[in-house]
C-alpha cells in the first residue's frame, strides 16, 4: 500500500543520511554551509551540521525581503477577542523584529543568553521569539496557562537575562492579569530585579510602570535595528519545558540548524506549503505546535502566517474557524482533535459551515493527541478535505508519523497517523526491547540518531536527558507512546505508557499534580489518573487517602485541592475533580496501581495484578471509581 517515491525517501533517510540531510539543508541560506551532516563524536548525543553557521530569523525573514517578497503577507494576526485583524508583509516583520533585537541587546541579551517569554496570542509573542534569535539568544516561550510558580520553576532553570510579557491574556469568561503573575514568579524564582519588557494591552489593570519595568513602545522607539548573528548549527534557539513524569519540567532544547532545515523539508514534504500559501495553526505559541508551526514553519518556506487569538467555539460561535479561513484564504488548517470535537458538539451537522466559503482549504492536519475515528470521518465529511492525524512530541519538533502529503498522497487510514517520517527509525518492542509482530501492541521506539530537528538533550542536564529517554531501550529514545503497526506498515498510537495526561490537546503531568496535592496537610497520599473524557480526550482525577485522625469536611478539603492545583500549575490543568478514598491500591513494593484504577474508571476490562497488597481496596475502589467518570 505504501508506494514508492515516499518508499524511497524514507528509505534513503536510513541508509544514507548524510546525503538525504545535506540535499535538504540546501533549502536554507548558511553564512558557512555545512559540508558534513550528523556528528557521532558524543554519542549518544548526537548533533546535525557540525560546521554550518547560519542565523535562524534571517532564514525566516530578511531572505523572502531580499527575495523580492518583502510586501507578502507574513503574519496574520486574526484576535476573535477583540474583533481585529493585522497584517504584517515580510518587510513590517523584519523591520518590527530587528528593532525588537536591538531592544533586547540594549538591555544586555546576546549570543547564548536566554530569554523568557510569557505573552498571550499576539503578534508581539513572535516578534520576541524571533529578535531574541536573531542575536544569537535563545528563548523560552512559557504558556500564559501555567501559574506563577511553573513560570519561576522554568525562570530558575533557564537563568534568562530578560523576561518578555504583556499586560495580560484574554479568556472568553475574563480576563488574565499577567504582570502580578510575572512579579510573584520572578519573587519565587528569587530574581526580582529582572528586567521585564511589557507590551501594553488596553483593558488591564497593571501596566509595566506599577512594577518599575520597561514598556515595548518606548523601548522600540528608543532602539536601533540588530542585524543578524552568525550562530553555530549546533547552537540552541530555544529551550522549550514540557511535562515529564515528575513535577519537574523538562527543558527540551532546540538547536538553530538541524530545526530550520527540518521544518522547511516538513513544509514542503509533509504540508505541501510552497512560498505564499497560507498556513494556520489554531494553536498557542506557548506549545511546540505553535513554535514550530505557527512562527518558524510557515516563515521559513515563506508562507504567510496566521496567529489567531479565539478559541473554536463560542468566540462568538462554532463558526469562528471558518470564519477565519474564508477571511485569509487559508490553505493548509493544524488543528487538535478536542478543538474539532468542540465544534461538533456545539454545531453536529456542521451547518454553519454554509455561511461560509472556505473552498481554499485544502488540506486539515490533527495532532497533540490521538484523532479518534469518529471526529476524522465528522471533519472529512463536514469540511471534503484530506484530514491528516500525525503524531508527534514537544521532543521532537515535528512529525514522526504523518501522511507527508507534499511527497506523495498516501491512503489514509481513519486512527492512524499514517507512516514514519525520513530520519525516523521506528520499531515497536516488548518490555525486553524485543521487536513485536504486527498488529501487537508495545513500545514504540526510534532508533537513534534522531534526525535533525528534534531535541538534542535537556538544558543543562544531560544526564536526566539519557536517563529519561535512551536508557530504557538500548540503542532507542522512549517516546513514552505505546502502538502498533498494521500489515501496510501504518502504525496506530494508543497512548501513553507514563504518568502523563493529554487534556484538550494540553500535554500535563498527573506526577505534578499529585506532588501538589501531596502537600495538602490532611493528605496521607494522593492518586491523580486521567480519565476518558468526550470532549477533552482525557481529564485528570485525583484520589485521596486523609492521614489518620485528621477532621475536615470533605467538600471544603475537595475545594482546596482544586484551588492549590490552580494555584499551583495553573487553570490549564483543568482539575476539577477529586475523591476521598480509605485506601489506594498498590503492589507490594508499595507502587500505586494506577493503571488498573484507570481502567475500572473508564469501563475498560483490567486485570488485578498478582503482586497486589491487598485485593479488598479494588473492591472498595470500584463505587467511587465508576460513578465519578460519566460516559456519554
Ligand atoms: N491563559 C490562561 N488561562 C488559560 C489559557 C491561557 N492561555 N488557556 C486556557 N486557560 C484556562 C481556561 O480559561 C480554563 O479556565 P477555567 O477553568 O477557569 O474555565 C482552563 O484553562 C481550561 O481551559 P481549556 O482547556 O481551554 O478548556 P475550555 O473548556 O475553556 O475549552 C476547548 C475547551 C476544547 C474549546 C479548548 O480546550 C480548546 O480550544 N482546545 C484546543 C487546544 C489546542 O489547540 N491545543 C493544541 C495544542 S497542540
Ligand atoms: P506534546 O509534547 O505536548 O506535543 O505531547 C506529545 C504527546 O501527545 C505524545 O507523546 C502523544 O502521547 C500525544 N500525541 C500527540 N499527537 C498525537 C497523535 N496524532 N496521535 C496520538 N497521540 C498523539
Redesign the pocket.
Known sequence: MVTKRYQDSYAQSLENPEDFWLDAAGKISWSVPPRRALDSSRAPLYSWFPDGVLNTSYNALDRHVEAGRGGQDALIYDSAMLGIQRRFSYAELTELVARFAGVLRGRGVGKGDRVVIYM??IPEAAIAMLATARLGAVHSVV???FAPKELAARIRDAAPAVVVTASG?I????R?EYLPAVEEALRLAGTPTLPVIVTARDGFASSASDHGWLDWETEMAAAEPAAPVDVKATDPLYILYTSGTTGTPKGVVRDNGGHAVALSWTLESIYDISPGDVMWT???V?????HSYIVYGPLLAGATTVLYEG????TPDAGAFWRVIRDHKVNVLF??P??L??IRKADPDAKLLRDYDISSLRTLFA??ERLDTDTFHWASKSLNVPVVDHWWQTETGWAICANPRGLEELPIKAGSPSVPMPGFKLNIVDGLGEDVEPGTEGNIVLGLPLPPGTLTTLWGDDDRFISSYLQAFDGYYATGDSGYRDGDGYVFVMGRTDDIIN????RLSTGAMEQVIGQHPAVAECAVIGLADP??GQRPSGYVVLKSGVEVAEDVLVKDLIALV?RDI?????F?HVAVVDALPKTRSGKILRKTMRQIADGEEYVVPSTIEDAGVIDQLIGTLRPATPRN
Open positions: 498571550p496570542m504558556f500564559g496557562g491574556g479568556e472568553p469568561s475574563r488574565i489554531a494553536s498557542d506557548g506549545w511546540v505546535v505553535g478559541k473554536p467555539v463560542g488543528t487538535a478536542t478543538a470535537r468542540a495532532a497533540g487534556v484538550a490537546g494540553h470532549l477533552k490552580r495553573g487553570a490549564v490543568a483543568d476539577k
